[in-house]
């Protein structure tokens, strides 16, 4: 089985990860998404790991796929979001009385996961100001979620006769935007 060594997140943590599809291969360097306990988030692939490697008492992560370019387009679009309400929050911090330092975010793949990296422990006041500022950031990322699916519907060929219904596996019905749809 062939096993990858992947880096995931602000801290670059590296773990072992084996793909879902077992012929496909990565190189060094091809950013690729991961399942992880936390859910699907953006790695990087650093090497092949031997096989002996998978040896022990932890499973390996799952790589789903490489990156296509829509994605690409998509998590820069997420990357501009999250440096707003990261530059945003620390602003707000340091001008509190809050003793909390906010180091870095942790965006996963669905635009709707932060995870939020603080320099010791965070105060209460600290946590109500990052709360309040992750909301004003999970609604703006839904706002357009919302409006690529009122455009897009929620899969290739969505709402047409081509699509042959919803891709989400639970056809039109299951559907955002089945009121919409030209079927």
């Known amino acids: 089985m062939t096993a990858y060594l992947v880096r995931i997140g602000f801290a670059g943590d590296c773990f072992v990860a084996v793909p879902v599809v077992e012929l496909a291969t990565y190189s060094r ?4 998404l991961v399942q992880t306990p936390r859910g699907i988030e953006l790695g990087e692939v650093l090497s ?6 998978l040896k022990g008492d932890s499973l390996p992560l799952r790589i789903l796929r490489s990156l296509t370019d829509e994605d690409r387009l998509l998590v820069e679009r997420l990357r501009r979001y999250k440096r707003d309400a990261v530059r945003k929050c620390q602003e ?11 180091l870095d975010v942790d965006q996963l793949f669905d635009g709707n996961t932060l995870v939020l990296h603080f320099l ?3 105060d209460a006041l600290g946590r109500e100001i990052t709360d309040r500022i992750v909301a004003e950031y999970e609604a703006r990322v839904q706002s357009i979620r919302l409006a690529e699916l009122m455009t897009h519907g ?3 060929d969505c709402g047409t006769e081509a699509g042959g219904g919803c891709s989400s596996g639970g ?3 299951s559907c ?3 009121g919409a749809c030209t079927k």
């Open 154 to 156: 929620c899969g290739p």
């Open 29 to 32: 360097g091809c950013e690729v």
């Open 171 to 173: 056809g039109c019905a």
């Open 176 to 178: 955002a935007v089945a």
């Open 48 to 53: 092949e790991v031997l096989g002996e490697s």
């Open 92 to 102: 707000v911090l340091a001008n509190s009385e809050s003793d909390a330092v906010l």
């Open 120 to 122: 010791g422990p965070v």
